[in-house]
Nanobody, 119 residues
């Protein structure tokens, strides 16, 4: 059974930091590109960051470049998102996504974790 479980969300003041984690199970983690998406109220879900493989390429939404860092630990089947210099517009539900690098139909989502940036 595939599971992606996010944690680490919460309420933080503008300028603060949070580290999101995603624990994966039920599939061969190293075969999957891993991503963080987010969805704010009334907006479409958007890609925040993606990492293809450990030590491999990453890409970020322009809005988070220089502030967020995505990483993965294939030995622990874990994905992370370090978020610094948070802004109110970063407020959203953040989702972990796994997509097989070759078989794109193998695509899994976590349940999401709420991040609220507010003073």
């Amino acid at each position: 059974q595939v599971q992606l479980v996010e944690s680490g969300g919460g309420l933080v003041q503008p300028g603060g930091s949070l580290r999101l984690s995603c624990a994966a199970s039920g599939f061969t983690f190293s075969n999957y590109a891993m991503s963080w998406y987010r969805q704010a109220p009334g907006k479409e879900r958007e890609l925040v960051a993606r990492i293809i493989s450990t030590g491999g390429s990453t890409n970020y939404a322009d809005s988070v470049k220089g502030r967020f860092t995505i990483s993965r630990d294939d030995a622990k089947n874990a994905l992370y998102l370090q978020m610094n210099s948070l802004k109110p517009e970063d407020t959203a539900v953040y989702y972990c996504n796994a997509r097989h690098r070759l078989r794109l139909s193998l695509d899994y989502w976590g349940q999401g974790t709420q991040v609220t940036v507010s003073s």
